[in-house]
T-cell receptor, first 114, second 114 residues
Framework: EAQVTQNPRYLITVTGKKLTVTCSQN?????MSWYRQDPGLGLRQIYY???????DKGDVPEGYKVSRKEKRNFPLILESPSPNQTSLYFC?????????????FGSGTRLTVV | QQPVQSPQAVILREGEDAVINCSSS?????VHWYRQKHGEAPVFLMI?????EQKGHEKISASFNKKKQQSSLYLTASQLSYSGTYFC???????????????FGQGTILTVHP
């Protein structure tokens, strides 16, 4: 089944403890992206990637890192999480080709930082 | 800069029509539309490109006004399954590393009653 898989689905962590949220897609998509969703603010893009080793900042990149070493994987790294990073996170992927296709979203990761 | 969606919320009875608007202050390359049901991931509905191309859901229509940098999503003969939050996402450039930078509006909550 074609899908975007995020892990974990739920995570509670403490301030300052490094964590990684994994994202993997099995559709050979070129584009991948991370979003956070907060009530009243919609979906805000954190980072995006157009291909292996090609990444760029979205609208809210502060406090996050990403890497794209393989086409299928796009992990999101929080080096020193803080409570304001408590949010619902979505990974998404698209075939690319100049945005002629929509994005397929993963099921989401609900992160709580205490 | 986030695109602005209107209205913020719509309540309909089954069979009624609705229009959701999405406006941007930037020159748009493409507009995406997604629907998100409570507790689920956003699902791609449609993409509209500045050249007039459209790809998406067969039962949903949309328009893209290049002059006003505005898109409208038309939901006709609404069904209970149309309930959810609708998001527009905009890409403001064409070419280079700007592909993939998708900025979402704050969402429009659509409720359809029997």
């Amino acid at each position: 089944e074609a899908q975007v898989t995020q892990n974990p689905r739920y995570l509670i962590t403490v301030t300052g403890k490094k964590l990684t949220v994994t994202c993997s897609q099995n559709m050979n998509h070129e584009y991948m992206s991370w979003y956070r969703q907060d009530p009243g603010l919609g979906l805000r893009q954190i980072y995006y990637s157009m291909n292996v080793e090609v990444t760029d900042k979205g609208d809210v990149p502060e406090g996050y890192k990403v890497s794209r070493k393989e086409k299928r994987n796009f992990p999101l790294i929080l080096e020193s999480p803080s409570p304001n990073q408590t949010s619902l996170y979505f990974c998404a992927s698209s075939p690319g080709e100049g945005g002629y296709y929509g994005y397929t979203f993963g099921s989401g990761t609900r992160l709580t930082v205490v | 800069q986030q695109p602005v969606q209107s209205p913020q919320a719509v309540i309909l009875r089954e069979g009624e029509d609705a229009v959701i608007n999405c406006s941007s202050s930037k020159a748009l390359y493409s507009v995406h539309w997604y629907r998100q049901k409570h507790g689920e991931a956003p699902v791609f509905l449609m993409i509209l490109l500045k050249g007039g191309e459209q790809k998406g859901h067969e039962k949903i229509s949309a328009s893209f006004n290049k002059k006003k940098q505005q898109s409208s999503l038309y939901l006709t003969a609404s069904q209970l399954s149309y309930s959810g939050t609708y998001f527009c996402g905009t890409e403001s450039h064409g070419g280079g590393t700007s592909y993939g930078k998708l900025t979402f509006g704050q969402g429009t909550i659509l409720t359809v009653h029997p």
